[in-house]
């Protein structure tokens, strides 16, 4: 049989993912020594590790080309998709947050507020939630740079230990949920690898009971 696959989002979740399945008896040494391979087997070579893009662990899901994967919930609001979200892995811990200059009052004056953000859908579903009509400006990374320049009145984004918003004069001004890393499988993966797939939940699950 095929090697179960596991899109893996390279970077900060990384490491934990790694933790988590040697926890649960796949070792995934070829993963820490892998150089510039972007697919590893792990275990038994039952499974095979896939480094993607946090976006592109979503594509590759949806597509069916990988079996699970491991993403943020903040990808996942953004980008959405037909996949299944099997279980809240508990790492990946932070918060999307609209946060503003903390000198200036958000809410103050009529115009249209601009709001800077790498996560525009995010960001338009929380200020349509709220009723306020706003422009919304994608920007890829340093998003706290936009108010700072003046292209916006605040930015929509991931706040984890509020340092780069304290360093950069800049303040939350409301939580908008809490975000944490999560498993996810292709729909149809979760009907022909039932039993595989299962079997693996049922021992990350065990191995997060046992954290605790
Ligand atoms: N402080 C944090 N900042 C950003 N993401 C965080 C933070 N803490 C946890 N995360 C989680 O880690 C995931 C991956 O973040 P990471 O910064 O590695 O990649 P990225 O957001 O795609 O950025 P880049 O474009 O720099 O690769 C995020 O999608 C989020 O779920
Ligand atoms: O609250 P903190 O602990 O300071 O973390 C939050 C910061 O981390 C992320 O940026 P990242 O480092 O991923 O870079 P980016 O802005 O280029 O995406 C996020 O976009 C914030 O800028």
Redesign the pocket.
Known sequence: MKPLRIALTKGRLEQDTVALLDQIGINCDSVRNKGRKLILPVGDGSIEVVLAKAADVITYVNHGVCDLGVVGKDTILEAGGSFYELLDLGFGKCRFALAGPVDRDFFAGYHTKIIAS?YPNVAHSYFEGKAMNVRIIKIE????LAPLLGLSDAIV?????????KENGLAVIDTICRISARLIANSASLKLRKAEIEDLVSRMEKAKEEQK
């Open positions: 790498k990374g340093s998003v706290e984004d991931i706040v984890e230990t509020g340092t780069t918003l």
